[in-house]
């Protein structure tokens, strides 16, 4: 059974760090795509952060670029995500997905991933 379990969610303040993990069981983060999303109360899911499978090929969105970073462990079948200078708005509920492609690249397009965690809630707040 393919599952992706999010975890390190939790309350920081603005301009702080944090970072949330997404442990996968069933498959290898090394042989798939994995994809970092976020949802916000009353706003769509929108993609944050991906890693392509084998090679580390990565993408962010504009909105975070600079100051999140994703990660791979292998021996830990895990992926991170390091959110640093946190903002208010950037308060969601976390997801990381999975899929695999036949190429390596990654997108953060809702759309094109077929396996979810259940989030972890972030709150950026003072």
């Known amino acids: 059974q393919l599952q992706l379990v999010e975890s390190g969610g939790g309350l920081v303040q603005p301009g702080g760090s944090l970072r949330i993990s997404c442990a996968a069981s069933?498959?290898?983060?090394?042989?798939?795509?994995i994809g970092w999303f976020r949802q916000a109360p009353g706003k769509e899911r929108e993609g944050v952060s991906c890693?392509?499978?084998?090679?580390?090929?990565?993408h962010y969105a504009d909105s975070v670029k600079g100051r999140f970073t994703i990660s791979r462990d292998s021996a830990k079948n895990t992926v991170y995500l390091q959110m640093s200078s946190l903002k208010a708005e950037d308060t969601a509920v976390y997801y990381c997905?999975?899929?695999?492609?036949?190429?390596?690249?990654?997108?953060?397009?809702?759309?094109?991933?077929?396996?979810w965690g259940q989030g972890t809630q972030v709150i950026v707040s003072s």
């Open positions: 997905a999975a899929v695999w492609k036949f190429d390596y690249s990654c997108s953060l397009n809702v759309r094109e991933w077929d396996t």
């Open positions: 069933g498959f290898t983060v090394d042989h798939n795509a």
């Open positions: 890693i392509s499978r084998t090679v580390t090929n990565t």
